[in-house]
């Protein structure tokens, strides 16, 4: 077999390219058998889950081929979220896990997602690079492993509902969009398990073509759909889930996006009413409202750079309870360390039930600063416009955790640049909304003209 695969597929956190030029059978083959040497000479237990991309049947066929090939014994999960699979790696104990998806991008993508014992990322510094050398230069196995099918759904979905105080629940009416994805799946043990909420849910049916919308809820046109209907059903709130399930996003109920950290800072909050003093995660791009919540509720806030494997190493090491990401990743440590989406739903669920107010109402004392969220620009030299804004705004307090960040007494901003795109991100607030629209102007201008567009 010829060992060639576009080395483009391997990216910082996991493998993905367009099917079935970057991303096919054989390249899917080749990683089943290279992850299965990598675990060891041993026989290794490995889960196997997929999402619901037309390729990925047959992407999850080769993989287990190769997986076989080396004597793994693996543990068909079949149709899962991505949160389901380090779910079943952790909680049953196997060596490693494997879940074919692409996340949040469309349908002609797909790859793959890999982590070790205990559901650790595997990424270029933890073994992909390694996982890509074997590729290369990977020989014929003898070995015969064996394939047992596990059903993992339910006891999942008990996990995530053994947080949960079902008596503090009221009746109220949630709209949840799956997006014709594999999150579509969760939808009726959620019913089944919330008798008491009305679950009223948006592109439910999986449609590996995604007809109705993308699959990244971050993109306002995604959740256009998932807005009018709870305006129109008179929900509590809506949730949308992105393509693989490792992410949710909020509106209230007036239709209105509600930013992924001030959800971070509502229920972190919460959870300190019942760990006080416990540490709680925030990433770079976030509001200072975050950490000034989490210091008033009593908790210790930590501040990480941005990325799921950083935070994942960040929290096992100085052991913090819960975190999340600006767009809309949680973690937390009951979880393994690992993303929670269900445990957040139920958390907004539970908050919004036994606080007696509305989402908007609960948000709406933590919208102190005007915040732009993330602005890209497609730049030809990010070292040269960060030197231009580092040389610019030398008086104020900086940090390079992740690009550079400086901090003013009354705004502040961050410029980092894209590991995968010719971008540099810009994020920027500020306690006042004629300082935020003066700052924003200024910022903007200073990557035009180092740019040479102005």
């Not at 597929?9 to 993905?16: E, S, V």
């Not at 503090?168 to 009726?188: A, E, Q």
């Not at 950083?310 to 100085?318: L, P, S, T, V, Y």
């Not at 400086?406 to 980092?416: I, S």
């Amino acid at each position: 077999m010829d060992l060639k695969i576009d080395k483009k597929i391997f990216r910082a956190y996991d493998i993905r390219g367009i099917y079935p030029y970057q991303i096919n059978e054989k390249a899917a083959y080749l990683l089943g058998q290279a992850f299965g040497r990598f675990l060891g000479s041993r026989r290794a237990d490995v889960a196997l889950g997929r999402d619901n991309r037309l390729s990925s049947p047959p992407l999850f066929k080769a993989v287990k081929k190769g997986l076989l090939q080396e004597g793994v014994r693996v543990f068909d999960i079949g149709l899962s979220t991505t949160p389901v699979l380090y779910f079943s790696v952790a909680h049953f104990g196997y060596d490693g896990g494997i879940e074919i998806t692409a996340s949040h991008l469309s349908g002609d993508w797909n790859g793959f997602k890999l982590v070790g014992k205990g559901a650790f990322p595997i990424g270029q510094k933890s073994g992909l690079k390694e996982i890509q050398q074997l590729i290369e230069k990977i020989k014929p196995s003898r070995k015969k492993g064996k394939v047992i099918k596990k059903k993992v759904l339910q006891e999942y979905i008990k996990f995530n509902f053994e947080d949960l105080n079902l008596e503090l629940l009221k009746p109220l009416r949630v709209v949840i969009d799956t997006g014709n994805s594999v999150p579509g799946i969760l939808i009726p043990f959620l019913k089944k398990n919330l008798p008491i909420v009305k679950i009223f849910p948006l592109f439910e049916k999986l449609d590996g073509n995604f007809p109705n919308h993308g699959t990244d809820p971050l993109t306002e046109e995604n959740i256009a759909s998932l807005k009018a209907e709870v305006r129109g059903k008179k929900a509590a709130f809506g949730a949308a889930f992105d393509g693989d399930g490792d992410r949710i996003v909020f509106v209230d109920e007036k239709g209105k996006r509600v930013p992924g950290d001030l959800i971070l800072a509502l229920v972190g909050q919460d959870i300190l009413e019942k760990y006080p003093g416990a540490r709680i995660l925030y990433d770079i791009r976030s509001s200072n409202v975050v950490r000034e919540v989490i210091k008033n509720a009593g908790g210790i806030p930590v501040v990480s750079r941005i990325g799921h494997s950083f935070i994942k190493a960040k929290m096992r090491k100085e052991d913090i309870l819960f975190g999340g990401e600006f767009s809309g990743h949680y973690y937390s440590k009951r979880h393994y360390f690992c993303e929670a989406p269900i445990f957040v739903l139920l958390k907004v669920l539970e908050i919004v039930s036994k606080r007696g107010v509305s989402l908007s109402q609960l948000i709406s004392p933590l919208k102190r600063y005007f915040h732009s969220g993330e602005i890209n620009f497609p730049v030809k030299n990010k070292k040269k416009v960060l030197a231009a804004f580092k040389k610019k705004y030398k008086e104020g307090r900086v940090s390079r955790l992740d690009g550079l960040r400086v901090d003013f007494n009354n705004w502040w901003f961050l410029l980092r640049p894209s590991n995968t795109e010719p971008l540099l991100r810009l994020v920027i607030e500020a306690k006042t909304k004629e300082l935020f629209q003066k700052k924003k102007k200024e910022l903007v201008n200073l990557i035009k003209q180092t740019e040479g567009l102005n």
